[in-house]
């Protein structure tokens, strides 16, 4: 089975022109159908931005939770081919020491902080796996490393002996401690497995304004479990200098 997975922070509505979300919408739209991920983990949407892309992806479903609660707050909104997969559970979890809490935050981080995550069985080759996705604080190292801490606990009540994939904005590069969390709990980083890197050498925050994506690679694609990692993709994406999100997303080609 193969399957080809996104994780792309696509930036909340807060900016002015000419980084406004009406005008990224169909930059991403466009970029998200070009590359044809299977599974997308998105970080920051808020409701809004969510039912858009909802509109805009034909192909695709959703599953997510605003982090604040129902629709309050940035949803860790997972996409996917609604034809292909199907959804067997699903839920969230919050970044604290009461992670059934919905809005808890105990680490000191900045805000509140989820994860959302989702067991899917593919309908052609019955095969299942699990896909999480986060976004890490940007302020506090100490919750950025409980916080991962945390996720690989939560991961191990999954079902061993299916795949578990990782998408994220981690907010911090690889090598950093957090990171080290996760390869010490039996994780791989798609980047370190990959046969072939494409844009290896730019980072993945651009900012609205560096083409390099700026020092080192915030997001990452993680995985547990009996699986080859081909292609991986920085998508650089520049239209008449502007660019769809602050954030380029990464794109990796996965065998089961």
Known sequence: MNIRIMTYN???DCDAPPNSWNERKVLIRDLIKRESPDIIG???CKFNQVQDLDELLEEYNWIGLGREGGSKGEFMAIFYKKSRFQVTEYDHFWLSDTPDVI???TWGNDCTRMATWVHFLDKR???SFYHLNTHLDHVSENARVKGSE???KQSEAFDSSAPIFITGDFNTVAESDSHKVFLKGDFIDTWDSAIE??????GSFNNFNDPTGGEGRI???LY???VKVGTLKIVNDQINGRFPSDHFPIVVDIEI
């Not at 890197?197 to 730019?202: A, D, G, P, S, T």
Request: net charge negative; no cysteine; proline share 0%.
């Open 42 to 44: 998105t970080q920051e």
């Open 219 to 221: 997001d990452w694609i």
């Open 125 to 127: 080759t019955n095969q």
């Open 103 to 105: 809005g808890s935050s």
């Open 150 to 152: 945390l996720i690989v």
């Open 197 to 202: 890197r494409i844009h290896e050498e730019l």
């Open 224 to 226: 547990r479990g009996d």
């Open 10 to 12: 696509v930036r909340n």
